[in-house]
């Protein structure tokens, strides 16, 4: 409460200014009161008034604002100056009115209300009435700058509110008329400020009437207005200078319909406008003129705009066919070429000739000395005879681009065109009829702008690669193209422009970046043929609400991370009403059942709201980071208990990843039967009755495995006695098999130098040899029955039968006749001629021969017979079939070679045992090709040897593995020759 005689009260209630300093000191501004300091600890006011009759004293009591300077000084603003107030002394230093008219005061103007020092240690003060006032602190002079102007008779504009300086030490005033900055190069004032041409521009100041400013830490600047709510400005979305008639002598500045740019040699840009004539914009100076005030003969509607190298400006107009403007001269002539030709979309030059671009009248080359005209049309194969663009490079070709017609390479020499026109079962043709632009990078590319997405044309595959929204534009319609110095193309849209950079490795999203109004464009709609680049590397683009300047290198680039936080919590997509603010909360505690989660946030980035992208992840949930989007939510259903943390950081939108991420702990509680002491209790009574189930079952098992074994012991020994008979039998039918074939010894009474392995797989084998001496003839046989064991033993001892039947008592020896009674004997016996018993397939594999004197005949059913002489192997391989095993084929007609032996000759027959042995590292076959190697370098050893080197051999090749079929191998070498 107020009472100026206590010091622990308020001197005056009216409060304008608060500040405490390093000492935790709290100094009042008030109205009426002077100035006021409250020791917080002792709750004590020391009160500063006004005293006439002391110098050193304030000289008002009327205190607006309150300031401490960055060496310790305070500064107070007064209703009648600025006092420097040392508090060590509690003397104040009055800067008094003085006569100078660079001096703070006048004898009207002489209210502070704000004061700063910026990052150069100056003092920037702000009067009601009086502008700005620089204060230097060395010469403690003042130096005024006035805000007052034509148009503000009543000097509104010098009331200042509050300064602030930016990050780029920008110093920035709230008037009463506006919103200030200083430029420091220029060392003038700039001002933004209500559109009053366009009360509802959402660019613009909404009220000009400024109280109170503050820098975020993102840059922007908030703007309290007086009654008009809270505007906010931010300094580095101003990308784009932005040029329309509101801004400009609307008698001069006449259409925002822009059509054409070009420059002139002073610099000047001409500028075709759609409804407003011919502009002259000198960028200088800042003014805009328009030509048409002066040369009325210039036509209204400009659709191009073109300047030759004499400076003379030609015009394509909407159907006032072409203009040439001699602006030295102050002259105008216009060429109307034909009733098609007349409205003229593009112009390009080449030498003394023009190419026209028409809307009806196809392409039209036109001689500037002359004045004559030729035309082309779809006659001359051009797609379409609406040209919206022309593009060379002082070549024999014109690269054209049409309305409905496509891309069309004109050949000057044979006037003929090729177009490149939509084929939709075509992947590398391009993508749409209608083309707006051509740019040719002179390095075998051509980038065209089409109504359907940005293509690429690779001139010697003439193939498109083509680009769409969904790659990153803004939008599939484009107007122009322009490169800059760092090789991106500058694509004008109908959403904005795209900055594209053609030379990434792959092209994705990040290869577009895209702006739009908010970065200060005239609008997201731009114009066919209006863009220009000018000589200092600056670029035009022009559209629906004016044109755009800006130079690409530097465009400001927001660099801003946004912090990051929830707004929201769900579970079941009901709001959660929390103990503390969702955004401050550090772990949130869940019941097992609520397990659908859901979060929202934001990311405190005001520049490029829209334009910020969301990450987020769970960890102990998700493996990777989503991918960003514009989303601000994130779901997760079905969340098992378990301890997670929800993570979140934002993007700005330069794809910049913010560093300050957002995270909170979410802990799901599991249900009773899944904390850690049920689990412990349960496991205990488990383990505790497992316990004793397990021991009753180790009795029992002990007394069912002693019985068990009881009855193994007597089963085994009844087992063992059948085996020891079942054994027995078998060896008494191998001594059986041995007494019916021949002896092995006969072999050796009649060839000396022989040999017999043979090496069965069980005791009796279906592998035999047979041999008989008829007359002067020998018979020799190499036999291989069906099966192994007793089956083969059994089909042994019946072949054996066959062959004596066939060569002791009907003399036969003839070895493919023999054959063909042996398969007729064994088919009848086993009764195969009918057929219908398809496991009665038994057989034999057989390898026979005869030798008399020198000739040996041999006969084979499935069987060879390898013969070395003269140290070469002669393979005689025999039918490939065998005797009986059939259902079909019953007579059999087995063939018969002659072969003239010499002494010392070899004779090698064998079954498959040995070929077919798995062994070796790898467990394969043996096999018939190194078998028969083998042989023959075995036959180079004495045959004595032979028997034991097959032995050893066959030994080191199976290794662990198990015999699979009986082994038969004979071995004769021919010594009984004269």
Not at 76 to 103: C, E, R
Request: glycine content about 6%.
């Amino acid at each position: 409460m107020q009472n100026p005689n206590s010091d622990y009260q308020l001197s005056d209630n009216v409060i304008q200014s608060i500040f405490e300093d390093e000492y935790g000191i709290i100094w009042i501004g008030t109205e009426n009161g002077g100035l006021v300091g409250f020791d917080k600890k002792i709750g004590k006011f020391t009160v500063y008034n006004y005293n006439p009759n002391e110098t050193s004293s304030l000289p008002s009591n009327n205190i607006n604002c309150i300031f401490q300077s960055k060496d310790g000084n305070m500064w107070i603003g007064t209703n009648v100056g600025i006092s420097k107030f040392k508090k060590l002394t509690g003397l104040f230093i009055n800067y008094k009115l003085k006569d100078s008219v660079d001096s703070l005061w006048n004898s009207i103007n002489n209210k502070v209300t704000c004061i700063l020092e910026d990052s150069k240690s100056r003092f920037w003060i702000g009067t009601d009435n009086n502008g700005i006032n620089l204060f230097d602190k060395n010469t403690e002079q003042f130096q005024n700058f006035s805000l007052k102007s034509i148009e503000n008779a009543e000097n509104s504009k010098n009331k200042i509110r509050e300064i602030i300086e930016d990050a780029d030490h920008k110093i920035w005033f709230a008037t009463s008329s506006g919103l200030t900055f200083f430029d420091e190069e220029k060392k003038e004032f700039n001002k933004y400020y209500q559109n009053q041409n366009d009360i509802d521009d959402n660019f613009s100041l909404n009220y000009n009437d400024l109280n109170a400013l503050y820098k975020d830490k993102s840059g922007s600047i908030w703007i309290g207005t007086n009654g008009k709510g809270i505007n906010v400005f931010h300094p580095k979305r101003i990308k784009f200078n932005h040029y329309r008639k509101s801004d400009y002598d609307q008698k001069e500045f006449t259409s925002n319909l822009i059509h054409g740019f070009a420059q002139k040699k002073d610099g000047s840009i001409i500028i075709g406008t759609n409804g407003g004539g011919l502009l002259k914009f000198n960028k200088k100076e800042n003014t805009i003129i328009n030509l048409k005030n002066q040369l009325n003969e210039i036509h209204n509607s400009i659709l191009s705009v073109f300047i030759d190298n004499d400076d003379i400006i030609w015009l394509g107009t909407w159907g006032k066919g072409l203009q040439r403007v001699d602006e030295k001269n102050m002259k105008v002539k216009t060429y109307e070429l034909n009733n098609n030709s007349n409205t003229i979309l593009c112009i390009y030059e080449e030498g003394d000739f023009l190419w026209l671009g028409t809307y009806s009248g196809g392409l039209v080359k036109f001689n500037k000395k002359t004045e004559k005209s030729i035309f082309y049309n779809t006659s001359n194969g051009l797609g379409s005879d609406k040209i919206y663009c022309i593009s060379g490079s002082f070549t024999d070709t014109l690269f054209i681009g049409t309305r409905y017609g496509g891309m069309n390479i004109f050949n000057k020499k044979t006037e003929k065109a090729t177009s490149f026109m939509v084929n939709k079962q075509c992947e590398n043709c391009i993508s749409s009829n209608t083309v707006n632009y051509i740019y040719d990078d002179l390095q075998g590319i051509l980038w065209l702008a089409t109504e359907s997405g940005l293509n690429k044309f690779e001139k010697k595959s003439k193939k498109f690669i083509k680009y769409f929204k969904y790659d990153g534009l803004p939008n599939d319609h484009i107007y122009s193209i322009i490169p800059d110095s760092e090789g991106f193309l500058w694509l004008s849209t109908n959403k904005g422009i795209s900055r594209f950079n053609p030379n990434d490795s792959i092209i994705t999203s990040k290869s577009f970046k895209n702006f739009d109004v908010n970065d200060g464009l005239q609008g997201n709609e731009f114009n066919q043929c209006s863009y220009l680049q000018s000589r200092t590397g600056e670029f035009y683009f022009g559209g629906t609400n004016g044109f755009n300047t800006f130079y690409p290198v530097s465009l400001n680039e927001n660099n801003f991370n946004p912090s990051v936080y929830l707004t929201s919590f769900k579970i079941f997509d009901i709001e959660q009403n929390l103990d503390s603010n969702i955004s401050i909360k550090k772990t949130i505690v869940l019941d097992y059942t609520q397990n659908f989660l859901s979060f929202e946030f934001v990311g405190l980035d005001y520049v490029f709201t829209s334009k910020n992208q969301y990450s987020y992840k769970m960890d102990n949930l998700d493996d990777e980071w989503s991918h960003p989007s514009s989303r601000r939510y994130a779901s997760y259903p079905n969340i098992q208990p378990g301890e997670y943390v929800f993570r979140v950081r934002a993007m700005n939108n330069n794809y910049q990843i913010s560093n300050q991420e957002y995270s909170i702990q979410i802990i799901v509680k599991p249900p009773f039967w899944k904390t850690l002491q049920f689990i412990i209790t349960t496991s205990i009574l488990f383990i505790l009755i497992t316990f004793i189930l397990f021991r009753y079952r180790i009795r029992k098992i002990k007394k069912e495995k002693k019985a068990l074994a009881d009855s193994i012991n007597k089963r085994t020994i009844e087992l063992i006695k059948k085996n020891n008979s079942i054994t027995n039998n078998i060896k008494y039918a191998k001594r059986i098999q041995e007494a019916l074939l021949p002896a092995h010894n006969l072999l050796k009474e009649i060839y000396f130098d022989s040999f017999i392995y043979f090496r069965p797989k069980d005791i009796v084998s279906g592998d035999f040899f047979w041999i008989s001496q008829v007359n002067d003839t020998t018979i020799i046989a190499c036999c291989d029955c069906t099966g192994h064991g007793v089956s083969g033993a059994f089909m042994s001892i019946i072949g054996n039968s066959f062959l004596m039947q066939i060569v002791n008592e009907r003399i036969i020896t003839h070895p493919g006749t023999i054959l063909d009674e042996l398969n007729n004997s064994i088919v009848n016996a086993l009764h195969q001629k009918d057929g219908t018993h398809e496991d009665n397939i038994d057989g034999i594999d057989i390898a026979i021969c005869s030798i008399k004197g020198d000739i040996l005949e041999f006969a084979g059913a499935n069987r060879p017979i390898n013969i070395i002489t003269d140290k070469k192997l002669h393979y005689l391989k025999g039918d490939i079939t065998s005797t009986g095993c059939t259902l079909r084929q019953v007579e059999k007609k087995f063939t018969t070679t002659r072969f003239k032996l010499r002494k010392g000759d070899i004779l090698y027959l064998f079954t498959d045992g040995f070929s077919n042995q798995f062994g070796g590292e790898e467990g394969k076959r043996y096999l018939l090709k190194n078998f028969q190697e083998f042989l023959f370098e075995l036959s180079k050893k004495p045959m004595c040897d032979q028997y034991y080197e097959i032995d050893t051999e066959l030994n080191s090749w199976m290794l662990n593995h198990e015999q699979i079929d009986d082994i038969l191998i004979i071995g004769i070498t021919i010594d009984n020759l004269y």
